[in-house]
Nanobody, 131 residues
Framework: QVQLVESGGGLVQPGGSLRLSCAASGRSFIFSSHAMGWFRQAPGKEREFVASINWSGTSTYYGVNVPGRFTISRDNTQNTVFLQMNNLMPEDTAVYFC??????????????????????WGQGTQVTVAS
């Protein structure tokens, strides 16, 4: 069974920063065989793509609302993916989810932005940006 556990959310003032982490585990789960993504969902809204990173960490892609403010990274030795969020704005308030997508061909780099492209999901961590 695969587990993705997010942490690092909380309350932050506008302009502040947070660093989210997502630790992956599972008996037969090979972290480096999976691309990882972050999504977010605000109340009453659909789940929105935030960022993704390929299995090796050499390719990243960002949603239209966050480029330049958020940075996704991963540490395959720690089975963890990170989301560094800077200059946070009230509209960034949401539950943030990490997700894993199995990569069949490591030579093909894709960055799907739809939730259905991902195989495993965490429970989410709340990020609230307010003064």
């Amino acid at each position: 069974q695969v587990q993705l556990v997010e942490s690092g959310g909380g309350l932050v003032q506008p302009g502040g920063s947070l660093r989210l982490s997502c630790a992956a585990s599972g008996r037969s789960f090979i972290f480096s065989s999976h691309a990882m993504g972050w999504f977010r969902q605000a109340p009453g809204k659909e789940r929105e793509f935030v960022a993704s990173i390929n299995w090796s960490g050499t390719s990243t892609y960002y949603g239209v609302n966050v480029p330049g403010r958020f940075t996704i990274s991963r540490d395959n030795t720690q089975n963890t993916v990170f989301l560094q969020m800077n200059n946070l704005m009230p509209e960034d308030t949401a539950v943030y989810f990490c997700a894993a997508r199995f990569v069949l061909d490591a030579t093909v780099v894709r960055h799907p932005t739809t939730p259905t492209a991902y195989d495993y999901w965490g429970q989410g961590t709340q990020v609230t940006v307010a003064s």
